[in-house]
């Protein structure tokens, strides 16, 4: 069985962009890998977090992450900061990395904007950090989205060097599953925008914790356009507001969007965003439910998570520590 890795910023209640562009791929992913799944808390300093916003965004995040359907007796759950072994093979990554691979990183470039001398030196080696998380674990399968692409392949690079450098075959090759533009999700507000944790607008997206009377408004109130929906999904051509609704409903369904043209197409958006309310409320509501019933019992998500540490350190230890003895350091 292949051994998946994948990781999630605790940046605020994930959303519905987040659920069906990874979170639900990680749980279907459950069925038929052996599954870690991270809280990577490391990353999200390499940007300035308010500490009491960090530990509660941390705890949402777990939590959401479980009520989606995350497996935590089958698979592992677990906070980054809390497996040392990341940090460990991060330092020995961030020797074996050469600054020109890392000055090729897009996200650095977008991140750090015009302001570049200010960034963190973390943000600057955050692409070598998530690497250790994966070797860390000997992963071979990364479930991520597009744009951690090219961080991927770095990854690989470093693995490459790192095996060519120290003579060994020690990490292997790790194979991006791309969870594909199908699931993009866009902004409820503006359909060229997607559909962010980050977006000042609340309205702009439906959060995993949202209750039925939220999700219900939300929806009511999407932009649209005035025209019924089309019966054909080349109907949805240069209209990203209706082709979003239509996408999302699709993706909830799992039909495509010519499915649910052939059965809304002619209807004003009034009785669609009726049936995709229905629809999202059905979905999402026990989510939202089971997250607070969990965030409510601090100590049982505590106990769940001290679990997932201790699982994960039983794979990383042995890994790292091999990967010390190889670089040379004594264990006196
Ligand atoms: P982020 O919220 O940007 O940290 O992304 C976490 C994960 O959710 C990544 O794998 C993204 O590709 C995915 N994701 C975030 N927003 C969306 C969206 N609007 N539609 C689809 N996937 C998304
Ligand atoms: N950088 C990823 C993101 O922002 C999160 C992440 C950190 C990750 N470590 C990882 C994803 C390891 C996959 C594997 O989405």
């Not at 870690?36 to 777990?62: G, N, S, W």
């Not at 980054?80 to 990554?93: C, D, E, G, N």
């Not at 973390?122 to 250790?132: E, F, I, K, Q, R």
């Not at 932009?223 to 051509?237: A, C, F, N, R």
Request: aromatic share 6%; proline share 6%.
């Amino acid at each position: 069985m292949q051994r998946i890795f994948s990781g999630i910023q605790p940046s605020g209640i994930p959303t519905l962009g987040n659920y069906l562009g990874a979170i639900r791929n990680w749980v279907d992913l459950q069925a038929d890998h052996e599954c870690i799944f991270c809280v990577v808390d490391l990353h999200a300093i390499t940007v300035f977090q308010d500490p009491k916003v960090l530990a509660t965004a941390t705890r949402e995040m777990a939590a959401v992450l479980l009520a989606c359907g995350i497996d935590p007796v089958r698979h592992t759950l677990f906070l980054q900061s809390t497996v040392r072994a990341h940090l460990q093979l991060a330092w020995i990554f961030n020797c074996v990395a050469r600054i020109g691979w890392l000055n090729r990183m897009t996200q650095f470039k977008d991140k750090a904007g015009k302001d570049r001398e200010n960034a963190s030196a973390g943000l600057y080696v955050y692409p070598n950090l998530m690497a250790a998380d994966i070797h860390a674990y000997h992963a071979t399968r990364v479930p991520v989205g597009e744009d951690q692409k090219q961080h991927l392949e770095l990854a690989n690079d470093i693995a490459q060097k790192f095996n060519h450098d120290y003579g060994v075959e020690f990490f292997p090759n790790i194979e991006p599953l791309i969870l594909g533009p199908a699931a993009r999700v866009m902004s409820l507000r503006d359909g060229s925008k997607k559909m962010s944790k980050s977006d000042p607008s609340d309205q702009s997206r439906i959060n995993l914790n949202d209750d039925a009377d939220t999700i219900s408004l939300k929806i009511r109130r999407a932009k649209t356009d005035p025209e019924p929906l089309p019966s054909e999904p080349e109907g949805l051509v240069g209209r990203p507001e209706a082709r979003n609704l239509v996408g999302i409903y699709a993706a909830l369904v799992g039909t495509g969007h010519a499915g649910v043209l052939a059965e809304h197409g002619g209807k004003g958006f009034g009785q669609f965003k009726q049936a995709l309310a229905d629809l999202l409320v059905d979905k999402l509501a026990p989510i939202a439910a089971e997250a607070t019933r969990l965030l409510a019992d601090p100590a049982g998500l505590d106990a769940i998570l001290r679990q997932g540490k201790e699982r994960a350190e039983a794979i990383a230890d042995p890994i790292v520590t091999e990967a010390e003895r190889l670089v040379g350091f004594l264990r006196p």
